[in-house]
């Protein structure tokens, strides 16, 4: 009995659609932006196995409600084993040479080569993934015979089947939505904001009545969070630049709200502007508003290099908006950064134009991966044209910024997509770990904009389009960083780039999505052109960069 309830779970195995799946895998184990280890190779390789073999089974259904004619006997016998034969062929072929392009990949970013295919890792790991797909498709189709079961009795069987696949959807979205996906949303947040108000590692409240939390600031130490802290805390004071520059210098100021400082976005942007003013940040040369990644974490190594330019000269601001890791606020928070990009700069902005233009910093946006997402939506075009501000710096955008799109849709004829060229240089330029924003046929005008992109990086280049056209840049001639053997699959690529997502944030420095202080450095000249400024000031930041001043050349996490 248990063997049959078994048997009917599992139900008919088909082998032309397994053969679709095989093709998929095959597809899969081209390189795409991020090298892969064997396990993450079988794990994608098991999922786009399951995907095709779904969509054989698919196209049959649809083959059989059109009435079409179908093989049967030897007939079907003869075809199967015309495709079977070449496509294992295939198969075996380009898992062989899996490891050639893997290796290609590792050496274009610097990384060991694998020393081994590990075939058996990436099969056994793809057959575990593909059952279990399978096995819990078997599942979902027994549902929807047992609900289109009791339908039967009270409808016809065309409208048994819509009604009852409506109805399968409407639990499934039910259960992962409502159940499961709320719960881990809010536990995810709770576990965060539990994990902010641990600090026995953190920093002390600092002495200096100057700085953020400290017993004079407006700004209560408890609330900050840790990456807040760690912000205040680190970076180059006066002595740190003076023994740069050969000048005297000043602390720089850094201002930072953390999410548990005020219940509100709008609480919290003018919490951030009245400790702006206590601190005389408008009377810097420089202030950046700054929009921090998921978790709240401001990266040190684009901080810190444009302080030293500055000569200390210069204030930084920024509000927290998350618990969440960067892609995770992305898809569960998607307005919360946004909110609070945008209240910032409106509070910040708007006082700053109540200054003489003659008397008041000059004011840059910037933001790293999620907050260059919502730096960018809140610098609109009020302040783009109604007393506009210097510039903006945005390292890293992801896919869905819309600002982002919009430039990258103006590159000019014959440029990469992944380092495009916009107009003639003098309102936006573009950087990279091979290029610092220097080159333009016209020069800056009274305006600078930089985004900084790599051309591995796949939060930057991932293409939702994927699933059925090949993205732009995959019609260009591959970059630097870029494997000469990519190539484009309906659907396989989709999931190879969603994978590289989740792998870039691990990528060597310079690669991927691990920004560093080396090319921020370029680009930071280049949008705030700092004064008396030379090309051996740029060589002994750099190197002052290698040797690790404040961790800025470390990556961290987003």
């Given at each position: ?127 575990a ?7 819990l ?27 009852g ?6 639990v ?60 205040i805390?680190?970076g ?35 919490m ?24 709240g ?34 898809i ?9 990009a ?72 014959g ?12 309102l ?81 420095a ?25 090309r ?23």
């Amino acid at each position: 009995m248990m063997l049959k309830m078994v048997i009917r779970v599992i139900g008919s195995f088909s082998l032309p659609c397994f053969l679709l799946g095989l093709l998929f895998f095959a597809a899969s184990l081209t390189p795409s932006l991020i090298p892969r280890g064997p396990e993450i190779q079988g794990l994608l390789g098991g999922v786009v196995t399951a995907i095709g073999y779904l969509l054989g089974q698919i196209i049959a259904v649809l083959w059989r409600a059109a009435d079409l004619p179908v093989l049967k006997g030897r007939a079907a016998q003869i075809v199967i084993t015309i495709f079977t034969i070449p496509l294992i062929a295939m198969f075996f072929w380009v898992l062989w040479f899996s490891l050639v392009w893997q290796n290609d990949l590792r050496e274009k970013m610097t990384m060991e080569p694998a020393d081994a295919l590990h075939l058996m890792t990436i099969l056994w790991v793809a057959a575990a993934t593909f059952a279990l797909a399978y096995f819990l498709g078997r599942l979902i189709a027994a549902l929807f015979r047992i609900i289109r079961a009791r339908l039967y009795w009270i409808m016809p069987k065309r409208r048994a089947n819509v009604l009852g696949f409506v109805l399968v959807v409407l639990v499934l979205f039910v259960v992962s939505r409502d159940g499961i996906f709320d719960r881990v949303v809010v536990g995810l947040d709770k576990s965060y904001e539990t994990a902010q108000q641990l600090f026995e590692d953190a920093p002390a409240k600092p002495l200096d009545p100057r700085m953020t939390g400290s017993a004079e600031s407006l700004i209560d130490w408890g609330g900050i969070g840790q990456p807040g802290r760690d912000f205040i805390m680190s970076g180059p004071n006066a002595n740190d630049i003076a023994q740069f520059t050969g000048r005297d210098a000043l602390d720089p100021i850094r201002v930072y709200v953390g999410r548990a400082n005020a219940e509100t976005a709008q609480e919290r942007a003018e919490m951030a502007l009245a400790e702006l003013k206590r601190q005389g940040a408008f009377e810097r040369e420089v202030l950046i508003v700054a929009s921090p990644t998921g978790t709240g974490w401001m990266d040190p190594g684009s901080h810190d290099p444009v302080e030293y330019m500055h000569n200390g000269d210069i204030a930084t601001v920024a509000a927290q908006y998350s618990y969440l890791q960067s892609p995770l606020a992305l898809i569960l928070e998607t307005n919360t950064g946004l909110d609070q990009a945008t209240a910032l700069q409106d509070a910040v902005h708007g006082y700053w134009k109540t200054l003489p233009a003659d008397d008041r910093p000059r004011l840059y946006a910037h933001g790293l991966s999620l907050g260059a997402w919502s730096s960018m939506y809140a610098t609109n075009l009020f302040r783009l044209l109604d007393d506009p501000i210097s510039g903006a710096f945005w390292a890293g955008p992801p896919f869905p910024s819309t600002f982002w799109n919009y430039v990258q849709s103006q590159r000019a004829d014959g440029t990469p997509w992944v380092l495009p060229t916009i107009g003639n240089g003098s309102l936006v330029r573009y950087a990279s770990n091979i290029r610092d924003a220097s080159e333009g046929t016209a020069d800056w005008g009274g305006m600078r904009i930089v985004f900084l992109q790599y051309s591995s990086d796949p939060v930057v280049f991932y293409d939702p389009r994927s699933i059925w056209r090949a993205p732009p840049w995959m019609l260009d001639p591959p970059s630097e960083d870029m494997s000469e053997h990519l190539i484009f699959m309906p659907v396989v690529t989709q999931f190879q780039l969603a994978l590289d997502m989740a792998l870039s944030f691990g990528a060597p420095a310079g690669h991927g999505h691990a920004y560093y202080a080396q090319d921020y450095i370029g680009p930071w000249i280049q949008v705030t052109n700092p004064t008396g400024w030379s090309r051996e000031d740029t060589r002994r930041l750099k190197l002052l960069c290698d040797n690790g001043f404040q961790n800025g050349c470390q990556k961290d996490t987003l």
